[in-house]
Nanobody, 125 residues
């Protein structure tokens, strides 16, 4: 069993901050990178960012660059998404996911194998 559990979502005012956590547990699994995705009602799931597990290199979609930061704590087997200067358009269910191997891209959901249950982030005006 592999389990990814997100936490830290909630309601925040525009301009505020929120920190999401994603803790992994269960059997050993291949891990190249951990990604964050989000999905708003009526929209497709979209890539937020990712971090390679070993090196900590990070990648972000343009709309969150400079506002969001992804980090990981290897000892705690946890990846974080620090979200600052939040905007109403950031409102979505946020998911963490495991990318098991290297590929040419980070943004495609199909390149990730294990997913968390999601945590709701709501940004009010």
């Amino acid at each position: 069993q592999v389990q990814l559990v997100e936490s830290g979502g909630g309601l925040v005012q525009a301009g505020g901050s929120l920190r999401l956590s994603c803790a992994a547990s269960g059997r050993t699994f291949s891990r190249y990178a951990m990604g964050w995705f989000r999905q708003a009602p009526g929209l497709e799931r979209e890539f937020v960012g990712a971090t390679t597990w070993s090196s900590g290199n990070t990648y972000y979609r343009d709309s969150v660059k400079g506002r969001f930061t992804i980090s990981r704590d290897i000892a705690k087997n946890t990846v974080y998404l620090q979200m600052n200067s939040l905007k109403p358009e950031d409102t979505a269910v946020y998911y963490c996911a495991n990318k098991p191997s290297r590929s040419l891209v980070y943004h495609l959901p199909g390149t990730y194998d294990y997913w968390g249950q999601g945590t709701q982030v709501t940004v009010s005006s």
